[in-house]
């Protein structure tokens, strides 16, 4: 879910909500409902086997003059504060496609902390969760995070930071241009340091984790000189650090201003042809107009500037350099990502004709080379599909994997259940199977508040053995451990209802066709 403004439509749903304070004697309430903070008290919901904690502030609300600046502490407050109902998503527009509902609430700088309710005699690793959404929708109150607590044994963490334009602004004069949302990520991890204890967590045991948009916070945490130290080991899912620009194959007529990492000056190019679009000439009128002015602002897809404090390189390069953070990474993709955003922008399917202009749209001179590797998919839409799959995600992401594995301990994966349950409304059912689609893994993680799902038998238990691998992965840094099918770091693990075991990725994904421009 990388890449374009019309990727809003690929995403995971929010639930809505508010934090309130609620001040109420400290004695009054069960021990186990209240936590302390290094901000203050916390009443949460004690469940049959979790302790949550909704809507808890880690940093100031971003408004006023806060907008478009580097976050600040949260405000310290008296008495117990309600933790019960998630926070409001940050602002942005709803999504039909996912259930995303609309938001201009600025004051959205939350978390929400899981923990299992039965005590342990040391501290627990910690999961932090970054949701997906092409860095425009989403919020951590979607994921109900309860399997992974209770089965992994630990700490998990969901957050909400700053999307779209209020996240990645770039413009003139402006500190810390186009990093805003990637600020809030690490201002969270910082929460996580101070607070961890308090929940039964081990603050020296952190994982970072995150799906598509998600995956991309976790690729520039990897390459941010201001996250070390901040967390221990990363997981990502369907994203990459790569140079590979997705849209450039999901929707080639869009150009390189929709990449997901942008030079810091082309970032500011696109923020003072913005401002100048609603009548702005400076940040002082940016910051006076109401949030869905800056909303209705389109044709930008707003996202991570590199060449500043917090990414001074492209990811990409700064993987290949090695200057990068040295944390244990797990990565990895579905086996047909690219299906549901064909199934998404090309709803009536691909005839030949619109198959042949895409190819010479996206690789000029190459596409005859393109199209004879892809001629046995089947249709044009599942050609361009397995193109999209293969270049936007699988190569790319054995790219960065490369150069991960040359310093680090380094596991891949591919989620292989062709019979996923679907967790989108699509436009219309497409004529072929979605098979693993992008997104499909999620559900096997989390249960999905929006659109909950049920899995089969075989379902729930490579669901089981998911969590399994990701939980003992955050726990030690490798994924395997009892009863879990070995997971070799030298061969990819292909994660199907029916087997898990190694897979040749490269070779199933044409990845040798790719490999010239991912180096």
Same mark, same amino acid.
């Given at each position: 879910?990388?890449?374009?403004?019309?990727?809003?439509?690929?995403?995971?749903?929010?639930?809505?909500?508010?934090?309130?304070?609620?001040?109420? +004697?400290?004695?009054?309430?069960?021990?186990?409902?209240?936590?302390?903070?290094?901000?203050?008290?916390?009443?949460?919901?004690?469940?049959?086997?979790?302790?949550?904690?909704?809507?808890?502030?880690?940093?100031?609300?971003?408004?006023?003059?806060?907008?478009?600046?580097?976050?600040?502490?949260?405000?310290?407050?008296?008495?117990?504060?309600?933790?019960?109902?998630?926070?409001? +998503?940050?602002?942005?527009?709803?999504?039909?496609?996912?259930?995303?509902?609309?938001? *201009?609430?600025?004051?959205?700088?939350?978390?929400? *902390?899981?923990?299992?309710?039965?005590?342990?005699?040391?501290?627990?690793?910690?999961?932090?969760?970054?949701?997906?959404?092409?860095?425009?929708?989403?919020?951590?109150?979607?994921?109900?995070?309860?399997?992974?607590?209770?089965?992994?044994?630990?700490?998990?963490?969901?957050?909400?930071?700053?999307?779209?334009?209020?996240?990645?602004?770039?413009?003139?004069?402006?500190?810390?241009?186009?990093?805003?949302?990637?600020?809030?990520?690490?201002?969270?991890?910082?929460?996580?340091?101070?607070?961890?204890?308090?929940?039964?967590?081990?603050?020296?045991?952190?994982?970072?984790?995150?799906?598509?948009?998600?995956?991309?916070?976790?690729?520039?945490?990897?390459?941010?000189?201001?996250?070390?130290?901040?967390?221990?080991?990363?997981?990502?899912?369907?994203?990459?650090?790569?140079?590979?620009?997705?849209?450039? #194959?999901?929707?080639? #007529?869009?150009?390189?201003?929709?990449?997901?990492?942008?030079?810091?000056?082309?970032?500011?190019?696109?923020?003072?042809?913005?401002?100048?679009?609603?009548?702005?000439?400076?940040?002082?009128?940016?910051?006076?107009?109401? #949030?869905?002015?800056?909303?209705?602002?389109?044709?930008?897809?707003?996202?991570?500037?590199?060449?500043?404090?917090?990414?001074?390189?492209?990811?990409?390069?700064?993987?290949?350099?090695?200057?990068?953070?040295?944390?244990?990474?797990?990565?990895?993709?579905?086996?047909?990502?690219?299906?549901?955003?064909?199934?998404?922008?090309?709803?009536?399917?691909?005839?030949?004709?619109?198959?042949?202009?895409?190819?010479?749209?996206?690789?000029?001179?190459?596409?005859?080379?393109?199209?004879?590797?892809?001629?046995?998919?089947?249709?044009?839409?599942?050609?361009?599909?397995?193109?999209?799959?293969?270049?936007?995600?699988?190569?790319?992401?054995?790219?960065?994997?490369?150069?991960?594995?040359?310093?680090?301990?380094?596991?891949?994966?591919?989620?292989?259940?062709?019979?996923? +349950? =679907?967790?989108?409304?699509?436009?219309?059912?497409?004529?072929?199977?979605?098979?693993?689609?992008?997104?499909?893994?999620?559900?096997?993680?989390?249960?999905?508040?929006?659109?909950? #799902?049920?899995?089969?038998?075989? =379902?729930?238990?490579?669901?089981?053995?998911?969590?399994?691998?990701?939980?003992?992965?955050?726990?030690?840094?490798?994924?395997?451990?009892?009863?879990? +099918?070995?997971?070799?770091?030298?061969?990819?693990?292909?994660?199907?209802?029916?087997?898990?075991?190694?897979?040749?990725?490269?070779?199933?994904?044409?990845?040798?066709?790719?490999?010239?421009?991912?180096?």
């Amino acid at each position: 879910m990388r890449g374009s403004r019309l990727v809003t439509t690929t995403m995971v749903a929010v639930l809505l909500g508010a934090a309130a304070l609620a001040p109420a +004697p400290a004695a009054a309430v069960p021990a186990r409902d209240v936590v302390r903070t290094d901000r203050g008290l916390v009443r949460g919901t004690v469940g049959a086997d979790v302790r949550s904690f909704d809507g808890i502030p880690y940093a100031a609300p971003p408004t006023g003059e806060s907008r478009w600046r580097a976050p600040r502490p949260a405000a310290p407050w008296s008495g117990i504060r309600d933790a019960t109902r998630p926070g409001s +998503p940050c602002p942005q527009h709803p999504d039909p496609v996912v259930g995303s509902p609309a938001s *201009v609430d600025e004051d959205c700088l939350h978390l929400n *902390v899981t923990t299992p309710l039965r005590r342990s005699t040391r501290p627990r690793p910690v999961l932090v969760w970054l949701h997906g959404g092409g860095l425009r929708n989403g919020a951590g109150s979607e994921f109900d995070v309860r399997r992974l607590a209770v089965t992994g044994d630990a700490v998990v963490v969901t957050v909400n930071y700053r999307l779209g334009i209020l996240g990645f602004l770039g413009y003139p004069g402006l500190a810390d241009s186009g990093t805003f949302g990637l600020q809030d990520q690490q201002a969270a991890l910082r929460w996580v340091r101070r607070n961890a204890a308090f929940f039964g967590g081990d603050p020296r045991n952190v994982t970072l984790f995150g799906e598509s948009a998600g995956a991309d916070g976790v690729c520039a945490q990897l390459a941010s000189p201001t996250a070390a130290g901040l967390f221990h080991r990363a997981i990502l899912q369907s994203g990459s650090c790569s140079t590979a620009n997705p849209v450039a #194959v999901i929707l080639p #007529v869009l150009g390189a201003e929709l990449d997901t990492w942008k030079p810091r000056t082309l970032a500011e190019s696109l923020g003072s042809a913005a401002a100048g679009s609603i009548g702005c000439a400076d940040l002082d009128c940016l910051r006076g107009r109401d #949030v869905a002015d800056l909303l209705a602002i389109a044709d930008v897809y707003w996202s991570p500037a590199f060449d500043t404090p917090l990414l001074p390189l492209h990811p990409a390069e700064a993987l290949r350099a090695g200057r990068f953070n040295r944390v244990p990474v797990l990565a990895g993709h579905t086996r047909d990502e690219g299906r549901f955003f064909v199934a998404t922008f090309f709803p009536d399917s691909i005839d030949e004709p619109t198959y042949q202009w895409l190819l010479g749209s996206a690789f000029g001179d190459r596409a005859a080379e393109v199209a004879a590797r892809y001629a046995e998919a089947g249709s044009p839409s599942l050609a361009w599909a397995a193109i999209i799959t293969d270049r936007a995600y699988v190569c790319p992401s054995a790219a960065s994997g490369r150069h991960i594995a040359e310093r680090v301990p380094y596991y891949r994966y591919e989620f292989a259940d062709r019979t996923a +349950p =679907q967790i989108f409304a699509l436009p219309q059912p497409p004529p072929y199977p979605m098979g693993a689609y992008h997104g499909a893994e999620l559900p096997y993680l989390h249960d999905l508040r929006v659109r909950p #799902v049920t899995l089969n038998p075989a =379902q729930q238990r490579l669901s089981e053995r998911m969590i399994g691998y990701w939980t003992r992965f955050a726990a030690t840094g490798d994924p395997n451990g009892r009863g879990l +099918p070995h997971w070799s770091r030298h061969a990819a693990q292909s994660l199907g209802p029916d087997a898990v075991g190694p897979v040749d990725l490269d070779a199933e994904h044409h990845c040798d066709l790719w490999a010239s421009a991912d180096a």
